[in-house]
């Protein structure tokens, strides 16, 4: 049965039995308020009959909720039946001719009625999932039960005879307000504001409120001697009844199937904590004020607190052993990768810490995985959670007894090899590619990615772990820049290299505040008139120790820091404050900018671009953005977006390297672009390759179906001077043009 079912039916379930009990309680009202003859009669049998409605609503709802809560519902009924029960044997005794019949019997269905009840708030949806913490709360409603019979001594029973007070079960029935508030602390304890409230929940509430209310009551008068069966007072006991049977007609919490005993809850507040305490001093107070003008304190007030103060023992070490299992979880937590249950960096560090300490030899593997950030990309971070899982079981397996392996990282992992290294660090390097490699059947491009480590040993050279971590991430980095799925072991050598990349990264961070960066432009040919109509900007670095050093020396590393959009920026400014002193002699010419594709994703690139336009009085339509295809492929509907605001604006944008990427028809509809710039890979291979010569001639044709402008780049002989304008190509770039130089030659005519 669908949830949408069960609240239908829960709210069609038996409207008659409710507006009949309903109509019991308001002629019982009518009765008892007028002092009719038979008043007790009267309400003992609306009692009955009202409960007995409850039971059966109860076992109804019970059919129709889902299993984790028919035991609620039917310990509720049992409870409602045990009730009507009780009513019947207490109408029949009282007619016999005994008043108040406080029999044993009668207080044994009674206090069963209280154990069932209870039992069913323990097993409410929002009480407690664990053997453990059912009997913390239920210990809580004890401790504030017995707190308050010290309390309720001085308040009722010392107007009590003592002869009544000798009679158990009578004594037993006095107690009922005391029982009625331990079924009221649990049910506040397992349906505070720790969760949220089930409606039922709180008419439970309501009805246990009531009968606190008239047990209360019932007690009050009877220390006085003033109760009188069919008194008023009586109304309340079928009306909550009346509420129970309610309840039932509410549909069962959406996630009543939940089995899921670890997930995280909110703390509770503080006074939901200090709940089972509050009443204890009240009772010690009570104690003092109990005892008789001989200094004795009565024999129950004294078993009572001797309860109490056992029921605290237990309670407090309930409490101590959970927070002995807490301190349990949570060094489990904090020393344990969550996803692959592997150790993580922490207890990695610490545990490398140790085993230098102890002077034993020790080498560190760490490896990163090659290529996971494509898996997370095209299949979603849940395949991407379930390739590591898998992995981490398969290196572990490969590691075995010779290492320890954690998950230092996203996609990292580190094994630490001590002691008497039964295996070289090598050999275990070789066993986890090996590992890693798919199997027959398994897919092997961007399911299985492949695997780059470094190796470092320790040595007189390193002081702390962090400097074997820093040698092991050299390494690895090393086997990635040897083409991935390797390992490498760290040498005097890569740990010089490193030094000096790490100073190189730290001396670009200077260059572009000091002014060490400047512009040379390469000219852009008119292929049928020799003129140079436009110039593409490159960048250099003149560094005060190494000299220019051109782009692909440092443009990698300021793409890897993220320096390059600082870069970028610095380019298009300096680039549209050249090309604006180039209008004089050629109106028409434009300078071409590369852009960077983190630039590309950054929403500022257009307030980049308009600020430097702007700030040299260039018109948009001169500036041309020039874009790789791996740049523009990744790109996401909101760089596209961008693109085609530029476009908008009058940029002209050009697809750079074109025919090394995913190039395709789809892919040219996408992008606002209006330039090609051919690779000069299949420049160079003209004249001596067919199949390069139909390469540059198809994309030729290709650029003038969609409108586009194409620069044949690397021309760097006449050969390919002559082949790129017999295809038809109208403009070129390359060496035999002119090399990158400071000063621009646009608006000259090639010599």
Not at 226 to 238: E, N, T
Not at 255 to 264: K, S, V
Not at 481 to 494: E, I, M, V
Not at 636 to 664: H, K, N
């Amino acid at each position: 049965m669908s949830q949408q079912d069960v609240q239908q039916a829960a709210r069609a379930s038996s409207p008659a039995g409710a507006y009949v009990a309903a109509a019991v309680i308001v002629l019982e009202a009518c009765w008892l308020i007028a002092a009719l003859p038979g008043a007790a009669l009267v309400s003992d049998i609306g009692g009955m009959l009202v409960a007995a409605w409850a039971t059966a609503a109860c076992v109804g709802v019970a059919r129709r909720h889902p299993a984790p809560l028919r035991r609620f519902w039917m310990l509720l009924a049992a409870t409602m039946a045990l009730a009507a029960l009780g009513r019947a044997l207490w109408t029949a005794q009282r007619l016999v001719g005994d008043d108040l019949p406080h029999t044993p019997l009668v207080g044994a269905i009674f206090t069963a009625g209280i154990f069932t009840g209870t039992a069913a708030l323990l097993n409410s949806p929002s009480g407690p999932r664990t053997a453990v913490g059912r009997a913390r709360t239920l210990l809580d409603g004890v401790i504030v039960a017995l707190a308050l019979v010290p309390i309720s001594w001085v308040l009722v029973f010392r107007g009590v005879a003592a002869a009544e007070l000798a009679d158990p079960a009578r004594t037993l029935g006095l107690l009922y307000p005391i029982f009625d508030l331990m079924q009221l602390t649990i049910l506040v304890a397992v349906a505070g504001p720790v969760r949220p409230l089930w409606r039922p929940m709180g008419v439970l509430a309501a009805s246990l409120t009531i009968r606190v209310v008239a047990d209360a009551v019932y007690v009050s008068l009877v220390a006085r001697g003033d109760y009188v069966a069919g008194h008023p007072i009586d109304l309340c006991w079928p009306l909550s009844y009346l509420l129970i049977g309610l309840a039932t007609r509410n549909p069962p919490p959406p996630d009543c199937d939940r089995t899921d005993e670890t997930a995280e809850s909110p703390l509770p507040p503080w006074w939901r904590v200090a709940l089972p305490y509050l009443p204890v001093g009240g009772a010690i107070v009570a104690v003092i004020l109990a005892r008789r003008p001989s200094g004795q304190i009565p024999q129950l007030i004294f078993l009572t607190m001797m309860a109490l103060l056992a029921a605290l023992a237990v309670r407090q070490g309930l409490a101590a052993n959970e927070n002995l299992r807490l301190v349990v979880r949570l060094r489990r937590l904090a020393y344990a990768d969550q996803l692959t249950s592997l150790p993580n960096r922490l207890l990695f560090n610490r545990r490398l810490r140790l085993a230098l300490r102890d002077g034993r030899p020790v080498a560190v593997l760490l490896l990163d995985l090659d290529g996971f950030k494509q898996v997370n990309d095209r299949f979603g971070h849940a395949t991407g959670d379930t390739l590591l899982t898998g992995l981490a079981v398969r290196m572990r397996a490969a590691v075995g007894d010779d290492g320890t392996i954690a998950r230092v990282g996203g996609d990292e992992f580190g094994v630490l090899v001590n002691g008497d290294r039964p295996v070289s660090p090598e050999r275990l390097a070789e066993r986890l590619l090996d590992a890693l490699r798919p199997s027959d059947g398994e897919e092997d491009v961007g399911v299985h990615p492949s695997a780059s480590i470094g190796i470092a040993e320790y040595g007189p050279q390193h002081t702390s772990h962090t400097d074997l971590l820093r040698d092991a991430d050299i390494a690895m980095y090393a086997a990635k820049a040897a083409g991935k799925s390797a390992y490498r072991t760290c040498t005097p050598a890569l740990r010089e290299s490193a030094v000096s990349r790490a100073e190189l990264i730290a001396d670009l961070r200077r260059a572009v505040g000091e002014g060490q960066l400047h512009l040379e432009f390469q000219p852009i040919v008119d292929l049928a008139t020799g003129a140079v109509r436009s110039a593409e900007a490159l960048v250099r670095w003149r560094h005060p120790r190494l000299g220019v050093l051109s782009p692909a020396r440092f443009l990698p590393l300021a793409e890897e820091t993220g320096l390059i959009v600082p870069i970028d920026r610095w380019v298009i400014h300096e680039a549209c404050r050249a090309a604006a002193t180039w209008r004089d002699r050629a109106p028409e010419a434009t300078v071409a900018v590369n852009i960077s594709a983190a630039h590309l994703h950054r929403p500022d690139l257009i307030a980049t671009v308009t600020a430097a336009t702007s700030a040299a009085g260039l018109a948009p339509r001169a500036l041309t953005l020039e874009l790789t295809e791996s740049a523009l492929i990744d790109g996401t509907d909101a760089v596209l977006e961008r693109l085609s605001q530029l476009r908008d604006l009058g940029i002209r944008i050009a697809i750079d390297d074109f025919g090394t990427g995913y190039s395709s028809l789809s892919y040219l509809h996408r992008i606002p672009a209006t330039e090609l710039k051919i690779d000069r890979s299949f420049v160079a291979r003209l004249g001596s390759d067919d199949r390069a010569h139909a390469t540059v001639e198809m994309v030729t044709r290709l650029a003038g179906a969609f409108d586009l402008a194409v620069v044949a780049e690397g021309v760097e002989t006449e050969r390919q001077h002559e082949a790129v304008t017999a295809i038809g190509c109208p403009r070129g770039q390359g060496y035999l043009y002119g090399r990158p130089d400071a000063a621009a030659t646009v608006g000259q005519n090639r010599a």
